[in-house]
């Protein structure tokens, strides 16, 4: 696409529709606001999983959007919530 973009002008040039590049596929979306939480309860022990007794069917099912959003990352998921069941972060 021939555009320009942050103000600068150029012969034969057209604007971009900004918009357009700042939204994200809401699958993907959807995963990445799943992803960023996890990784705080696995990197703090268990965090608010340990207070509130949580169980891996419950982050599994609330990660679920990560297989569809971003599937080169389900494995990686999958297998820290194996982990973190092993270590005693979640409950069975």
Known sequence: MNCYRSGI????????NLRSYLILDPKFAAALD???PFLHNRETKG???RIH???RDQVIKRMLPVETGTPELWDFIQQAIGEC???GYLRE
């Open 9 to 16: 002008t150029q012969p034969n040039l057209r604007p971009c």
């Open 34 to 36: 799943r992803i960023q």
């Open 47 to 49: 965090g608010t999983w």
């Open 53 to 55: 007794e949580v169980t």
């Open 85 to 87: 069941v092993a270590i």
